[in-house]
T-cell receptor, first 110, second 115 residues
Framework: SQQGEEDPQALSIQEGENATMNCSYKTSINNLQWYRQNSGRGLVHLILIRSNEREKHSGRLRVTLDTSKKSSSLLITASRAADTASYFC??????????FGKGTMLLVSP | DVKVTQSSRYLVKRTGEKVFLECVQD?????MFWYRQDPGLGLRLIYF???????EKGDIPEGYSVSREKKERFSLILESASTNQTSMYLC??????????????FGPGTRLTVT
């Protein structure tokens, strides 16, 4: 399986702190995606990083990819209470489908 | 603005009922997907469709069927609802490109309870 697995399962921080989530996968990929899900809602795409990229930024988000270690990390800088959500990584599994990990639940306290 | 809508946010059905969950996207996407999401299990793919009238089984198709008669609409059918189908159901769509290089757009989800 190419399933992404996020770590940690849950993370609790204070506003203003940085949050780092990790994702590991099992086989070679051509890209990896990160999604956010607010409680009880659908997922929202955050960022896609291709296998030939090592780092990508989008606003307060920084994603890294290490294909040799089959891992990716998502860093949210200067976290806000509104960043409270679950974060999922997803990898391509064929036929335009993705396999999602079980997610990291982030709680940002004011 | 990209939009995927689902017919209901909350749904309560009785065991044995036939249940229809509908999903509509306005982005002219070729691909559409149905997932269910359960605590501790993450998102699991039920069915997907890459074209009108085309469908492929995902990881957990048992107890479900799908229909895609129009490009913008993808329906999930529970022929005879059971309590173990109580879950959050998420629909998504994406453009068709090899190797999964397009992101998926999700609907808000339908929380189905089967009693």
């Amino acid at each position: 399986s190419q399933q992404g697995e996020e770590d940690p399962q849950a993370l609790s921080i204070q506003e203003g702190e940085n949050a780092t989530m990790n994702c590991s996968y099992k086989t070679s990929i051509n890209n990896l995606q990160w999604y956010r899900q607010n409680s009880g809602r659908g997922l929202v795409h955050l960022i896609l990083i291709r296998s030939n990229e090592r780092e990508k930024h989008s606003g307060r988000l920084r994603v890294t990819l290490d294909t040799s270690k089959k891992s990716s990390s998502l860093l949210i800088t200067a976290s806000r209470a509104a960043d409270t959500a679950s974060y999922f990584c997803a990898v391509f599994r064929g036929y335009s489908t993705l396999t999602f990990g079980k997610g990291t639940m982030l709680l940002v306290s004011p | 603005d990209v939009k995927v809508t689902q017919s209901s946010r909350y749904l309560v059905k009785r065991t044995g009922e036939k249940v229809f969950l509908e999903c509509v996207q306005d982005m002219d996407h070729e691909n559409m997907f149905w997932y269910r999401q359960d605590p501790g299990l993450g998102l699991r793919l039920i069915y997907f469709s890459y074209d009108v009238k085309m469908k492929e089984k995902g990881d957990i198709p048992e107890g479900y069927s799908v229909s895609r008669e129009k490009k913008e609409r993808f329906s999930l059918i529970l022929e005879s609802a059971s309590t173990n189908q109580t879950s959050m159901y998420l629909c998504a769509s994406s453009q068709n490109r090899d190797r999964g290089t397009y992101e998926q757009y999700f609907g808000p989800g339908t929380r189905l309870t089967v009693t």
